[in-house]
């Protein structure tokens, strides 16, 4: 999906506010090379404030101004978890790749990365979707338990994005939808349940998700 239109779809913003060349040079200086797909999302997103007051944090340039510690990073963090419990980052090595890999661990941990996702592309789209359904202006208020049966009936009567988010915190986060402004996120507690989370934008998309959703699951 073009990270435009799902902004606009699910975040409500027309006309996203990026960052200057002057602050991505800033970052760039400080690692000796940023990825380019890097620096086309944060030169197309990076100041826009409904990104800002998500769940986790997007490392915008501007943290990297304000706070200390990720100038002592050797790899470019793009999302921390608002208790600093993930993060999510490009690896020193792989700075000066166009699209690398992105890679997922516990935050403030020593031990190895795990991939979460094999482009920033694929990262980037994969996190908008996660992050986007903690904000949607409709939504039951809960969190529910899905058994395989029900994850079924989500599987067989809405669409399933081809974005997958990997290791952050589950082994894998999956989005479903049936229309643009509308989405349910699974997780996958590896355990033969899930967790399930949805929301829509509009009241007409929430009335057309609770179509299916409705009765399904059980409030965690």
């Given at each position: ?170 082994s894998e986060t999956t989005f479903y939808s049936n ?42």
């Open positions: 999906m073009e990270l435009r239109q799902l902004v606009r779809d699910l975040y409500g913003v027309d006309q996203p506010q990026g960052c200057t060349d002057e602050e991505i040079d800033r970052v760039r200086k400080r690692f000796g090379a940023l990825p380019a797909v890097v620096e086309d999302f944060w030169r197309t997103f990076g100041r826009t404030p409904r990104l800002s007051y998500v769940q986790d944090d997007w490392m915008f340039p501007a943290f990297y101004e304000k706070w200390g510690w990720p100038k002592k990073s050797k790899d470019l963090s793009l999302l921390c978890e608002n208790q600093y419990v993930y993060e999510a980052a490009v690896l020193q090595k792989d700075l000066s790749l166009p699209d690398p890999p992105v890679y997922i661990r516990p935050a403030a941990d020593e031990g190895p990365w795990k991939l979460s996702a094999p482009t920033v592309s694929e990262f980037l789209e994969a996190a908008l979707l996660y992050e986007a359904v903690w904000q949607l202006d409709h939504e039951p208020g809960e969190f529910y338990w899905l058994t395989d049966t029900e994850l079924a009936v989500v599987q067989a009567k809405l669409t399933k994005s081809p974005a997958v988010l990997k290791n952050w915190f589950v229309r643009p402004d509308n989405l349910v996120v699974i997780m996958d507690m590896e355990d033969g349940t899930y967790q399930a989370m949805y929301g829509a934008s509009s009241q007409e998309s929430y009335a057309a998700l609770l179509e299916v959703m409705e009765g399904l699951g059980e409030p965690i």
